[in-house]
């Protein structure tokens, strides 16, 4: 045996545990029954803790103990919220405010609460997930009765039965359970000083009957043992990755569920023993004929014990099958279980000819393990336990065995004419053909009828005397009783024949309707179109309106538009932030109008289908799988097109920016090149001063400054576009900021005339993370801005300290300084100093610290203006400041 | 002899205007309209530098650079209407000497051509083992660097660097370049080492970055030793 370490699921358990860390955890006070302590526990726990963590109270019933009531103290308590149901207010827990608060722990006493209707969800547990969810930690109190696999035996044993049930499946998966154990004794003594709350309104004698010592005996054993099998289970999944396979794992109990709350109890026995034994089991729903007989009822019911199974911890299975027991007895066999559980259903006395499903089995199950659990209907919830009513066969409108009545009267009349042309015994094959249409049309229970008149009626007319209940030949004996025989089969078959047809149409129906959906779906391009094709080939199947939300950069947008009442669009939030389905049908926001199926692809929550039924039928499980299918197609429909949006935007970006760069390389040749040209012109011309007029040298020397103004102007701007187009490329390198400085003051020399340029380090500083050519050009434009405002025999100091992580530099100068209100506007696109309108302003495009803060956002850095104190009351000029992000790796000293 | 410039540019004015200055320089201007006729006369001229635009009407003036590289060492300056750092790097690397972005003034291009004819003269003549600029002088043969007479000691790698630097004194050279004339082929990442070296050179030289007396930094494309 192989007995080395599974990576894979060693690795699986840590990220489980990984992700509990980021779900939050969950710690369970648990107990026998009320009256154990488990609210004291928590509190006394909570008020230890309190001091380290962020701990709120959600809910806390302290049923007025006073020694409870004071552990509470110094613990912020959430308020309720007041919920008006029908005129009554009602208190519950404020799930929304919890989460909006999110404290590191939140209290939530009785897990097994029920929420008052208009909830978000029905039941507090389902409140906790949502906690747990957003990475809160939940303690909380349940007792054992409360757990739905031990459900039944607390009723049997107690008579008492508890209608507020948790998940095993929350159960086992908690981080952390506190068993809070009493003697039995001790506990009834407590009873007896009052000390243990007993329900409002509860029936004492069920209180008194539920609190006897054998009882709570009984619940302590079943608390333990819980507990234990938990302790167990998480044990095993350690030494199952370990290695350590216990035999266990191969074997596999399949339990079979049908539509009656019989099965619940099978799903809890097989629960209990599989749980126990550590196995992993199955439930199986056989979709036979008779599924499609079933009522509203029983088909909700089938559901209801599928979905009972997988809150267990099961696999749920649904297969179809004509003959139950050879279809159960292949899935077994095929998938490797070992033990099949079936109820043996006591029939009534009419139905007790042929052998049980569960005698069929046990002969046929070659190696498989039979059990049998016999119907109990001591129990007054069990025998409850309607059987299932089948719609059909017997049970169709009463017009339909008119129409039969009405077809076998036609039949007469047709067969009428023919009498004393031809022999009886042929009319009686019209009569058969008779019976074959009615069952072809209104199923076996009016065949039955239409046989069965069908022979007083060819007695009647047909046979001598005519128009009496008698007959002279006695062959007719025969012949009516082969008659009744022969129209009874023909009629069974053609109906059950007909009914098939009928499955198969509907299911026909179904692939079609899927089929077209996604054709429909493929064939169009947008979501409003793709909402429309599903509006059109959903709402008349399905009789519902159909709606689609897109979530889109967090936003909805619902297609088609229409304004919806504000209980819906909270579920389609909901939904669209959870990933889970919600609405009418399921456990949340049952109350509202619509159902709502969360849109996945992988993963993420692309939208949100909204089904809206124009009458006032719920949902079932079936129709909700149904739906389910049609949301993934949708979603994948959804998720194509935002693929091919996407390429479609990056192929168009990709053009753009080819189009652009083209456009700009041109345009800068195109201007470039003639200002090459005329610059040098220009200045070949004014060489040769000398020789010229004098009003030819002034008018020389103003094109010259012109044209230098133009060339800056031209600069600046294609600079300007290449950053504002978005499509400014940086080359980071690690750079010495002052070699930057340096190249920059040797650049502006020419420009600089009498002014002086200092510069000022600050302290050690490191390399900065820039593209060295784009900040070399935020320092010229400084500083030919400082060069435009300064006097020409200015001072200009640049300055740089090292500041955390980013490197400031200040280029300050003593000029007039800025306008108040203006630090901001010199940063925008085309805003000239108001001073420097005039004409003969050497500078001032407008454009030059538009672009510096243009390349000092693009670096993640920030760029701001201010004016310097000022000195002996007058202005003391401006500094502009940046900041540049320092280099991560700087190499340090080698 | 005066220094031949072949000037190969599909503007005719600026050929015009390059001509004229080149002219009143004492230089012999050639001129080609294409990448192909400049190719003809580089062969059949021998002119001592190329003035080169890189938007010609039938190569890429990159592509030209390369190809000439593969056969002659011709002191190749660009001019170009093209701004990005990007452009000039690949230019540099592809093997021209400088880079000129239009607008530019003739003075500037005549101060390139004769770094780029000095810089041609030393490797002909086969010599070029001594550096002297500004009481800085390295004698290459001797590995010996001093500094206003004073000797300066430095690392293997800041000599290396500095050598680099010296052999190709007034041109540009790229980051990348530094980096593998230094390290090696698969060093070209390390920019943080180069800048670091630098920095040590640079304090052992007495050269102040914000006012460098030796080594000029190229924003975007590399460093230079003034020559």
């Known amino acids: 045996m192989n007995t080395r370490p599974d990576p894979d699921k060693l690795l699986a358990l840590v990220t489980a545990d990984e992700g509990r860390l980021a779900r939050g955890s969950l710690k369970i006070f648990f107990g026998s029954s009320a009256g154990v302590g488990k609210t004291y526990a928590m509190l006394a726990e909570a008020q230890r803790l309190k001091d380290d963590r962020d701990i709120l109270i959600g809910v806390i019933e302290h049923h007025g103990r006073a020694e409870t009531k004071a552990l509470t103290e110094g613990l912020p308590v959430l308020p309720l919220l007041e919920i008006d149901h029908r005129g009554v207010k009602v208190h519950e827990f404020d799930l929304d405010a919890a989460l909006a608060r999110k404290p590191a722990l939140i209290l939530m006493d009785e897990f097994a609460h029920t929420n008052a209707p208009g909830s978000r969800h029905p039941k507090r547990w389902q409140d906790v997930e949502e906690l747990l969810d957003s990475g809160i930690d939940v303690y909380t109190t349940l007792n054992v009765q409360h757990l739905e696999s031990v459900n039944d035996q607390v009723a049997r044993l107690t008579g008492v039965w508890v209608r507020e049930t948790v998940p095993d499946s929350v159960f086992d998966e908690a981080t952390d359970i506190a068993l809070i154990d009493i003697p039995s004794d001790e506990l009834l003594k407590r009873l007896a000083d009052g000390k243990v709350y007993v329900a409002e309104g509860a029936n004492t004698r069920a209180a008194e009957n539920f609190f006897k010592k054998t009882n709570l005996g009984h619940l302590r054993e079943l608390a333990l043992r819980r507990t234990a099998e938990r302790v167990d289970a998480q044990n095993d999944q350690l030494s199952a990755a370990l290695g350590h396979n216990e035999a266990a794992l191969s074997e596999k109990v399949l339990v079979l569920v049908g539509p009656d709350s019989f099965s619940a109890r099978l799903i809890r026995h097989t629960r209990r023993m599989a749980g126990r034994a550590k196995i992993p089991w199955t439930a199986l729903y056989l979709q036979t004929d008779r599924h499609e007989l079933l009522d509203q009822k029983a088909r909700l019911r089938v559901e209801h014990n599928l979905r009972l199974a997988e809150r267990m911890g099961a696999q749920v299975v649904r297969i179809n099958g004509a003959h139950a027991a050879t279809a159960i007895i292949t899935y077994a066999m095929a998938n490797g279980f070992t033990r099949v559980v079936v109820g043996n259903r006591k029939a009534p006395f009419w139905q007790r000819w042929g052998k049980s499903l569960s005698q069929k089995l046990i002969e046929r199950g070659d190696g498989l393990e039979i059990t049998t659990l016999s119907a109990d209907y001591a129990t007054s919830e069990i025998a409850e336990s309607s059987r299932p009513r089948l719609t059909t066969p017997l049970i169709v409108p009463l017009v339909s065995y008119a129409y039969a009545a009405l077809i076998v009267a036609g039949v007469t009349a047709a067969g009428y004419p023919l009498r004393g042309i031809t022999d009886p015994d042929n009319l009686a094959l019209f009569y058969l053909t008779g019976v074959v249409l009615v069952a072809a049309r209104f199923g076996i229970g009016p065949a039955l009828l239409a046989s069965v008149i069908s022979i007083p009626a060819f007695n009647f007319f047909f046979t001598v005397p005519y128009y009496t209940f008698n007959f002279y030949d006695a062959h007719y004996y025969f012949t009516f009783a082969f008659m009744l025989v022969t129209s009874l089969i023909v009629g069974s078959l053609t109906a059950r024949l007909s009914l098939h047809a009928r499955i198969a149409r509907k299911s026909e129906r179904e692939t079609r309707l899927l089929y077209d959906l996604t054709r429909g779906l493929s064939s169009v391009r947008g979501y409003a179109a793709m909402a429309d094709v599903a509006s059109r080939h959903l709402g008349s199947a399905l009789n519902a309106g159909v709606r689609l939300w897109v979530s889109e950069d967090k936003t909805l947008t619902a297609f088609p538009d229409a304004p919806v009442d504000i209980k819906e669009s909270g579920a389609v939030q909901w939904v669209s932030i959870n990933g889970q389905i919600a609405g009418r049908g399921t456990d949340t926001l049952p109350s509202a109008r619509g159902l709502y199926l969360p849109l996945m692809a992988e993963n993420k929550t692309l939208g949100v289908l909204g089904l809206t039924p124009q009458d006032d039928r719920t949902f079932t499980g079936a129709d909700i799988l149904v739906f389910e299918t049609i949301a993934s197609l949708i979603a994948s429909a959804l998720q194509r097109a935002q693929r091919a949006d996407e390429a479609e935007k990056s192929r168009i970006d990709t053009e753009n920016e ?236 080698l | 002899m005066t220094a031949s410039i072949l000037i190969i540019e599909d503007e005719t004015e600026i050929r015009r205007f390059l001509r004229a200055t080149l002219n009143a320089n004492g230089f012999t201007p050639l001129e080609a309209e294409t990448a192909h006729e400049g190719l003809q006369k580089l062969i059949a001229q021998r002119p001592d530098v190329i003035i080169l635009d890189l938007g010609l009407p039938d190569q890429d003036g990159q592509d030209f650079i390369r190809d000439v590289r593969e056969w002659s060492q011709v002191p190749i300056i660009v001019v170009s209407a093209r701004e990005q750092e990007a452009d000039k790097v690949l230019a540099l690397e592809n093997g021209a000497d400088d880079y000129l972005t239009k607008p530019f003034a003739a003075g500037e291009l005549l101060a390139r051509i004769k770094v780029a004819l000095r810089h041609a003269q030393r490797l002909e003549s086969g010599g070029g083992h001594t550096y002297d600029y500004d009481g800085l002088s390295i004698d290459l043969s001797a590995r010996r660097v001093t500094l206003d007479g004073g000797d300066v000691h430095l690392t293997p790698i800041e000599y290396k660097l500095l050598s680099v630097l010296a052999r190709n004194a007034g041109k540009v050279l790229t980051h990348a370049y530094l980096l593998k004339a230094i390290w090696g082929r698969h060093s070209t990442e390390q920019n943080h080492y180069l800048r670091i070296h630098t920095q040590h050179l640079r304090e052992k030289l007495v050269d102040d970055p914000l006012a460098p007396r030796f080594i000029i930094t190229e924003p975007g494309i590399g460093y230079r030793l003034k020559a």
């Open chain 1, 658 to 893: 080819k189009l652009r760069n083209v456009l700009l390389a041109s345009l800068s040749h195109d201007l470039r090149t003639p200002l090459t040209v005329m610059n040098n012109s220009v200045s070949t011309l004014l060489k040769q001063r000398k020789k010229l007029p004098r009003e030819a040298v002034d008018e020389l020397t103003g094109l010259w400054g012109q044209m230098q103004r133009l060339q800056k102007f031209v600069t600046n701007l294609l600079k300007m576009a290449a950053i504002t187009s978005g499509q400014l490329k940086l080359n980071f390198e690690p750079y010495l900021i002052q070699e930057i400085i340096g190249a920059a003051i040797a650049r502006v020399e020419p420009q600089k005339e009498r002014r002086q340029i200092r510069t000022q380090i600050n302290g050690r500083i490191p390399l900065v993370m820039i593209d060295g050519a784009l900040i070399e050009q935020v320092l010229l434009n400084l500083l030919e801005n400082a060069f435009t405002h300064t006097t020409a025999n200015g001072v200009i100091m640049i300055s740089v300290e090292n500041d955390a992580d980013r490197v400031r530099v200040r280029v300050s100068d003593d000029g007039e300084g800025l306008k108040p209100g203006e630090e901001d506007q010199i940063f925008e696109k085309f805003h000239t100093h108001q001073a420097e309108k005039s004409d003969r302003a050497p500078s001032g495009t407008g454009l030059g610290l538009a672009i510096c803060r243009g390349i000092v956002q693009a670096h993640g850095g920030m760029i701001y203006a201010k004016n310097n104190p000022a000195k002996e009351g007058k202005a003391a000029g401006a500094s502009f400041i940046f900041t540049l992000p320092v280099a991560k790796d700087q190499a340090k000293e």
